[in-house]
């Protein structure tokens, strides 16, 4: 499943929000979960699963640290 360009870009105002979130309180681990699920669909991927199938060795490795990132501040 392939995501619209504009679903892509709301996903993208959705994680960024999370990053503004970060920066003044710490996340639950469901608001981390969503980011990671906007984060794939930024890919145009529905989620995880779909973006890994893709085997594109950067654009996963790329996902991975931003995913990183992401959980970290909920641990």
Known sequence: MTIKSADSFAAFASLNRYFALIQSSKPT????????????????????????????????????????????EVI
């Open 29 to 72: 681990l469901q608001q981390a979960e969503e980011a990671i699920i906007c984060l794939c669909e930024i890919y145009g991927a529905a989620n995880e699963k779909i973006l890994l199938e893709r085997g594109d060795t950067e654009l996963i490795e790329t996902y991975k640290e931003i995913k990183s990132k992401i959980m970290k």
